[in-house]
C-alpha cells in the first residue's frame, strides 16, 4: 500500500545523481561544492514528497528519539487523561514529544505495549504498574533505561517512583466523616492488591481504629461494567444502612452517586477519594481527597529528565501530600449529633 | 546513559561466536545444527538482558509496523478521551497498537507530532486537524499513507474522514429549546473557522431563521483560562439575558454551570453540544447533542484497516446522526408560555 521513497526515486525524478542527492541530504552540499539553487530544489522537492530519509536510522545510531513512553491504566479516567495532559506539556516545553496508550489494567497488554515502546526505542518510561508487570519493569531496569512509576509502585523493587500520600489521604478522609458524627463509615473499594489501594485500605482502617468505629468494607471488580457497580452499591447500602461512605476513587464514588440517583435513595455523607472537576457542580457539592496532579506531573518529568541527562543515578522515590477538599456532601446536619 | 547491547557483548558474555548468536536469533539454530540447549541459553540470555534485534530494521525492511498514531486535539477532553480509549480496544482486537499525542489545537505542534509518528513510520493516521495542517494531510495523502479524519475536516480536501452532523445536531437543540417556548436562545461558542464549529452554528441560525427569532452568540477563545470563561459567560448573561443557552461544546456548557453556581445566577433552559458522563448527576440533569462515539470509532478503524488492507480505494466519508438527548435543563415550566 504505501509507496516508499527511495533516494534513487528523487535523483530519478530531478535526473540527477544519487550521490549528489545523498550530499544534499547529509548536508554537504556547501563541502561538494554542489549549487545553491539544485540543493534548493532538491530539498523542496524532498519536503513536497515527504521523503524522511535517516530519522529510523539516525536513533538506531545514537540511540536518542527524544520521545518518552507513558503507559497509563486508562486514558479515559479524568485523573490519567489530565496527568497525561500535563506531562505532554511539561515534555514539549523541554523538547521532549510523548507517546502514549492504556493498558486497562491488564498484564498482558501492558508487557506487549512497554515492549512496543521499547522497539520503538523511547528514551524513557513513565509507567502506572499493573500487577504482574515485575518482570518487565525489572528488565527496563537491567538495560539501565530511565523509568518512572507513579500512582503506585512495586513493592520490594527499588525504582523511581512518584505517589501520593495515600494512606494520609484516607485516614484524613474518614476521621472527617467521623468527626462529623458518622459512626457506620463504610469504604467502597476495588479487588486490588496495587499499592495505592492497599495504603487507603490502610489509612481507612487506622482512621476506624482511632475512633473506635466499625469497618464496613464493600469491593467490587475493577472491569464490572458500571449498573453491576451500581447494583451491588444498592445493595449494600440497603444492607448496611451507612451513614456516611468513602469511595477508593472518583469513578467507584460516580457509580454510586449513579446508585442514589437512579433508585432515588436517602443520601449518606459521602468523599471520593480523587477529585473530579464537575464535583464542584454538584448538588450536593461533592467532598473529595485531592491529589496534586500538577506537581505530579513536574516530578515525573524532572526525575526523568534529570536521569536522561545523566544528573541522577540513585533511584528517587517522591511522596506528595494530598487535601481533603471539604465540600457539602459530607457535611452532616448537627440535629442528631447529641450531646 | 542507554548502555545498548550488541550481538558481540552476548556472543562475549556466552563464551560463543558472534555468528552462532546470529543464527539462534534469526531462528536459523535447527536448521545450522545448534543444540537446543545452547539455542535455549541464548534465547534466555537475551530476554534478561533485553536485547531486542531487529524491530527497527525489521520496520525499515517491511515497512509496517502494526502501529496506528492517532493525534487529537486535547485528551483531558473526555470526549477524545472516550473516542481514544473505544480506538485503542478496537484496534487491539485487529492487531493493532496506537500511540496518541494531543495537538492542543496548535497547528506548529500538530504538523510536528504527526512528523513524529512518520519518522517512526506507523501503519496509518488518525487525526482530528487543527487549522493549519492542510499541508502536512496533503503530504500524507501524496505519500498514500493511510490516514482518516475526524471530528472535523478539511473543506476542499477529499479525505477520508467520519462527522457527525453537526448542523442537525445545532438544529435539533435550538429547534427542541425554542418548542419549550424560549425566545431569547443564545449560542456560546468558540472563535474558530473548523468545521464542526462552523456547522454547529449553521444549525443555530437555521432554526433561529426557522422560529423567527433573534440570534445572540457570545464567542470565546478556546485557550483562554476557565475563569476568563466564566467571568464573560456572565457578563454576557446579565447583558444580554437569555431565557435559554445552546453551548457549542460541553467544556464551554461546564464554564456555563460553574458560572451560574459561582454567582448564584438564576438558571436559563441549557442544552449542551457533545455529552458527558456526569450531566446525568447534575440538578437539574443536562440536556446534551450525543455523539455516537462507538459508531465514530468503529467507523475510523474500519476505514483504515480496510484501506491498510488495500480493499479500500477512493476517499470515505461518513456523516453519522446525532441525538438529542432530553434532560430537565431544557425543560421549561408551562406557567409562562401562555396561548
Known amino acids: 500500500m504505501k509507496k516508499k521513497i527511495l533516494i534513487s526515486d528523487i535523483a530519478k525524478d530531478l535526473g540527477i545523481s544519487v550521490t549528489t542527492v545523498s550530499f544534499i541530504l547529509n548536508d554537504k552540499a556547501k563541502e561538494k561544492r554542489i549549487s545553491e539553487g539544485l540543493t534548493k530544489r532538491v530539498l523542496d522537492y524532498v519536503q513536497k514528497v515527504g521523503y524522511k530519509p535517516n530519522e529510523l536510522a539516525k536513533s538506531l545510531r545514537t540511540g536518542k528519539t527524544k520521545i518518552i513512553g507513558l503507559v497509563i ?7 490519567f487523561a489530565n496527568i497525561a495532559r500535563l506531562i505532554e506539556a511539561k515534555a514539549y516545553s523541554r523538547g521532549y514529544r510523548i507517546i502514549y496508550c492504556s493498558t486497562d489494567n491488564q498484564p498482558d497488554k501492558a508487557i506487549e505495549l512497554i515492549q512496543l515502546f521499547r522497539d520503538r526505542h523511547v528514551d524513557g518510561y513513565i509507567v502506572t504498574p499493573s500487577e504482574g508487570v515485575r518482570d518487565t519493569i525489572e528488565s527496563l531496569q537491567h538495560s539501565q533505561l530511565p523509568l518512572v512509576l507513579f500512582d503506585r509502585y512495586i513493592p520490594g523493587l527499588d525504582s523511581n517512583h512518584v505517589i501520593t500520600d495515600n494512606v494520609r489521604g484516607a485516614y484524613d478522609a474518614t476521621a472527617h466523616l467521623a468527626q462529623q458524627g458518622c459512626r457506620r463509615i463504610a469504604m467502597i473499594t476495588l479487588y486490588s492488591a496495587q499499592t495505592q489501594m492497599r495504603d487507603r485500605m490502610n489509612g481507612y482502617m487506622r482512621a476506624i481504629d482511632i475512633y473506635k468505629l466499625q469497618p464496613y468494607v464493600k469491593k467490587v471488580n475493577l472491569h464490572d ?12 447500602l440497603e444492607d448496611q444502612q451507612p451513614d456516611a461512605v468513602f469511595f477508593a476513587t472518583n469513578y467507584l464514588a460516580i457509580a454510586g452517586l449513579k446508585a442514589i440517583k437512579q433508585y432515588n435513595l436517602p ?13 464542584k457542580l ?12 500538577e506537581a505530579i506531573a513536574s516530578e515525573l518529568i524532572n526525575i ?18 494530598s487535601e481533603l477538599i471539604i465540600r457539602e456532601s459530607s457535611l452532616v446536619q448537627t440535629s442528631s449529633t447529641g450531646s
Open 282 to 293: 454538584f448538588t450536593p457539592t461533592i467532598t473529595a481527597v485531592s491529589q496534586p496532579i
Open 225 to 236: 461494567d458500571e449498573q453491576t457497580v451500581i447494583d451491588d452499591f444498592r445493595a449494600f
Open 73 to 79: 491504566e486508562d486514558i479515559s479516567n479524568p485523573f
Open 304 to 321: 526523568l529528565l534529570n536521569q536522561l541527562d545523566g544528573k541522577e543515578k540513585g533511584p528517587k522515590q517522591v511522596m506528595l501530600p
Open 267 to 279: 443520601f449518606p455523607a459521602v468523599v471520593s477519594y480523587d477529585d473530579h472537576t464537575l464535583f
